[in-house]
């Protein structure tokens, strides 16, 4: 069993920035993917970002390349999201996800796990 748990989010205006973190317990962190998804009111969950137990493989949706950087700390047991310019659009609620099934290069990701997620809210 892995329990992730996000903190980070908050009330930021455009253009600004914001960082999430995911501390994971359970099974030994460095050796499963971790995750990124968001949802935002009336919408589909959308998966924003991947990073490999190596660190070597990330993904990231189109709409936040550029302006998104994953990360992960596999001493902390801690995975993080880097959100710069940040835009109205990028208001929901974030989760972070462990484990399951992902495959580098895909555009697609089965967590077996899943945080409660944070909040992130965006005013123009």
């Known amino acids: 069993q892995v329990q992730p748990v996000e903190s980070g989010g908050g009330l930021v205006q455009a253009g600004g920035s914001l960082s999430l973190a995911c501390a994971a317990s359970?099974?030994?962190?460095?050796?499963?993917?971790m995750g990124w998804f968001r949802q935002a009111p009336g919408k589909e969950r959308e998966f924003v970002s991947a990073?490999?137990?190596?660190?070597?493989?990330?993904y990231y949706a189109d709409s936040v390349k550029g302006r998104f950087t994953i990360s992960r700390d596999n001493a902390k047991d801690t995975v993080y999201l880097q959100i710069n310019s940040l835009k109205p659009e990028d208001t929901a609620v974030y989760y972070c996800?462990?484990?399951?099934?992902?495959?580098?290069?895909?555009?697609?990701?089965?967590?077996?796990?899943w945080g409660q997620g944070t909040q992130v809210t965006v005013s123009s």
């Open positions: 359970g099974r030994t962190f460095p050796n499963y993917v």
């Open positions: 990073i490999s137990w190596s660190g070597d493989c990330t």
């Open positions: 996800a462990a484990d399951g099934e992902y495959y580098c290069g895909d555009s697609y990701y089965y967590p077996a796990y």
